[in-house]
């Protein structure tokens, strides 16, 4: 929804989709334009989603909302209403509604990949064009006759074509007042082919046979024998990669929500006058009954009116262990019928369903994120102004006290190339490779650089248990067989009559079981009890695996020592089912949800760097704490569901902390996205990879310690490469200015300056795993 009804005020809230930013101040700038509409107007901008998200009366359109964006320079509109996923009514039937869906999210999607398209394109165009120019430039021994006209040729189409977004980003900027990275790149660009244009055609660089040779001496020089077609085509081609890898990035931004919206069931058998009928779910009314079979997503949230079966409902609340169901039960969309036939009523449908509430989670957890500020974006807001105001006063100057005017303008023009650093495209986007190479390596990958300003603030982690810390599946724990009862005995028959069932504890216990004994055998007959147990005859033995319950209803109790062993298990959280065979109580067999043998590890490790780690899960407060206990947590927050587990991220935000979350489910995006810093197992849910900043390839929370020390010093490494980015440039400034700066001596510092940024950004291939990987 693109408008929401807020308070009894009247108030909504509008999301408007934002065009045209190019940097973090872009996003700076539209905020303080909306938010000075008055009136009650509150705004906040998120660069990395490129949404706006409005907080206005009723007096104020949206209208004038978008025309406020627009007068700053930048497009605004409202984001076009997503497709139908099964969460979305439309009478128009299911291929209607899937075209229109496709049409309406359609313009959306493609404007995004046109404007990639169009970046890489130039990118292209700009590497194969520029790299000749360089080469040139840097080579004496390939300056054949007129090569400095080849070169003009080759750079001119990289400066104009390839170099328009920044020249169409520094006129905006300037009609407005202000200046960004993006005007000192135009600047830069133009004052090194204007120079260039003016040394070829109206001085000495022009004529035949000229070559540039390398002489690194500090004296004045004539401008007109000077050529910089190899800095303009060059800081193009290296700017143009950062923001195509940026923008890449930030095309994924909205991947999370529609995955989520994916997860949800297609169509559905929906019951009327009696016959099942297959429809699509955007068809599905509040009211109307409809079947689950086994295996199937229900399709929307609703109540049981007739069956009885065990539901996989680990995707909404965390829980490992099926959660049984039978008439009169709630059940919520798009979590998994693992037992028998249902029959649903369905009590809420479309935006009103669980899965859409957490897909407004995510949605609004992203919106609300701190605003990136990227280091050479803020450098650049005092940076610019300064160096425009030395080559405005060197200009001034060297006029003032009587030299030539080309004097002048040789000086100051060459503050403003010096000025424009090289190495500043390469100073984030190399860093970035390199580490992300290193972090894929070791099962780490990392989205992008804001990702990496949040690991240096992190101090709290809070891990997700189902799937995190533990595997995530329910397996066999522990046998304990009655008296005079041989253990493989116990686990043959219970193992060959749960094997005949589909409900995941009979499944853990029967591939426990086959683990320890081998071939089980195959029963003569078999019955399930829907949330009770199974009973057959193995071998002759009419078998019974279940519930006390289950066996009362045969008039046998368990004896002293098998009850104690049950009463034990679920007292540490674990799921106990009594084995009788022959009338009689043979042992008892627990499942649980089992530790990774490396989280322990793990914790111990994030503590060591300086990480407070908090348990959360939707699992009961009994399986938590045994866990915690065992990993060695201390704190631990249980039995939440999505909307809270978002919350808590935001409490422990408000107590100042900054907080790294980890999980893999789709119950944990809303709170991976609210996060300062969102890790994803990735063994978990495409959701919660997609909310969250890093995903661990492994599955291991060690990789988890892997990734903050590798993102920790990926972030070190870039801010000294745009330091020293900048520190070359800034030390030749006064030569510049005062005449002295030898076009060699330039061109030799800023392709040092270069080098040794990627030279920095190499050394994190050399970062080693705290624990390396098996494969390593």
């Not at 934002?18 to 009136?39: D, H, Q, V, Y």
């Not at 509109?77 to 497709?83: D, F, G, R």
């Not at 295996?295 to 680990?314: H, L, N, P, Y």
């Not at 992190?458 to 253990?487: C, F, N, Q, W, Y």
Request: glycine letters at 10%; hydrophobic letters at 50%.
């Amino acid at each position: 929804m693109t408008e929401l009804a807020t308070e009894s005020a009247g108030a909504r809230v509008v999301e408007l989709e934002i065009g045209g930013m190019t940097c973090a101040s872009c996003a700076m700038r539209i905020e303080k334009k909306l938010n000075k509409l008055g009136g009650g107007v509150s705004a906040t901008v998120n660069y990395a989603t490129e949404k706006a998200r409005v907080s206005a009366p009723a007096g104020v359109g949206t209208a004038e909302l978008i025309a406020t964006v627009e007068a700053a320079g930048y497009r605004a509109e409202l984001p076009a209403p997503p497709a139908p996923t099964g969460a979305r009514a439309d009478a128009a039937g299911a291929s209607g509604a899937n075209d229109a869906g496709s049409a309406a999210s359609a313009p959306a999607e493609s404007r995004a990949d046109a404007e990639l398209r169009s970046l890489r394109t130039r990118l292209i165009a700009s590497v194969v064009l520029s790299v000749p120019v360089i080469v040139l430039a840097m080579v004496p021994a390939l300056q054949f006759t007129y090569w400095q006209w080849a070169s003009l040729a080759l750079a001119a189409p990289v400066v104009t074509w390839g170099a328009w977004p920044f020249h169409r980003a520094a006129l905006v900027n300037l009609r407005h007042g202000a200046a960004t990275m993006d005007t000192l790149v135009s600047l830069g660009v133009t004052s090194a082919f204007l120079w260039s244009l003016y040394a070829l055609f109206l001085g000495t660089a022009g004529e035949p046979g000229m070559v540039h040779g390398f002489a690194f001496t500090v004296a004045p020089t004539d401008g007109s024998a000077n050529l910089y077609l190899e800095v303009a085509a060059g800081v193009t081609m290296f700017v143009l990669l950062g923001r195509y890898l940026e923008k890449r990035s930030k095309r994924a931004a909205g991947a999370a929500l529609r995955a989520l919206l994916e997860l949800g069931a297609k169509d559905v058998a929906v019951l009327r006058d009696g016959v099942e009928t297959r429809i699509p779910v955007g068809e599905l009314s509040v009211g109307d009954d409809f079947v689950v079979r086994p295996g199937e997503k229900i399709a929307t949230d609703g109540v049981v009116v007739d069956g009885r079966s065990a539901v996989d409902a680990s995707l909404v609340t965390g829980e490992s262990v099926p959660v049984e169901v039978e008439a009169g039960d709630d059940v919520i969309g798009a979590t998994a019928n693992a037992g028998g036939r249902l029959v649903v009523r369905a009590t809420r449908v479309g935006a009103d369903t669980q899965l859409a509430q957490m897909a407004r989670l995510v949605e609004d957890a992203q919106s609300g994120k701190a605003r990136v500020q990227r280091l050479a974006d803020r450098v650049a807001g005092v940076f610019v102004p300064i160096v425009i105001l030395i080559a405005v006063g060197t200009l001034g100057a060297w006029i003032g006290v009587g030299f030539p005017v080309e004097a002048a303008f040789t000086a100051a023009v060459a503050v403003l190339i010096i000025a424009c650093p090289c190495a500043l495209g390469l100073a984030t986007p190399t860093a970035l490779l390199v580490g992300t190479g290193r972090g894929a390596q070791l099962g780490v990958l990392i989205k992008g650089p804001e990702v990496l300003e949040s690991t240096r603030r992190v101090d709290t982690i809070v891990l997700d248990k189902t799937g995190t810390v533990t595997s995530g599946r329910m397996s066999l724990a522990g046998v304990h067989p009655a008296d005079d009862v041989d253990e493989a005995d116990l686990l043959r028959l219970a193992g060959a009559l749960e094997h005949a069932s589909e409900h995941p504890i009979a499944r853990a216990i029967a591939t426990g079981a086959a683990a320890r004994i081998g071939d089980l055998p195959t029963p003569d007959s078999f019955e399930n009890r829907p949330g009770l147990g199974v009973h057959g005859v193995v071998d002759g033995h009419l078998v019974l695996v279940g519930r006390p319950a289950m066996l009362a209803e045969w008039s046998i109790a368990p004896d002293a020592r098998v009850a104690a062993s049950v009463t034990a298990a679920e007292a540490e959280g674990r799921t106990a089912v009594v084995v009788a065979w022959d009338g009689r109580v043979r042992g008892a067999l627990t499942v649980a949800d089992a530790i990774k043998p490396t989280s322990a590890d793990a914790i111990a490790r994030l503590r060591d760097l300086g990480l407070e780690p908090i348990l959360l899960t939707g699992d009961n407060e009994t399986v938590a704490r045994q866990v915690a206990a065992e990993v060695g947590i201390d704190r631990v927050v249980a039995e939440v569901l999505p909307a809270d587990k978002a919350a808590v991220v935001a409490r422990l935000q408000g107590e100042g902390r900054a907080v790294a979350m980890v999980g893999d489910g789709v119950n944990d995006a809303a709170a991976l996205a609210q996060a300062d810093l969102g890790i994803a197992m990735g063994t978990g849910s495409d959701v919660a990879i997609e909310a969250a900043d890093l995903t661990l390839v492994r599955g291991d929370l060690l990789a988890a310690v892997d990734a903050i020390r590798l993102s920790r010093r990926t972030l070190g490494t870039i801010k000294g490469n745009l330091f020293w980015a900048f520190a070359y440039n800034t030390a030749a400034i006064p030569l510049a200015a005062l005449g002295l700066l030898n076009p060699m001596l330039a061109g030799a510092a800023m392709a040092f300056s270069s080098v040794f940024v990627v030279g920095n950004s190499l050394r994190l291939r050399a970062f080693r795993s705290a624990v390396p990987a098996p494969a390593e």
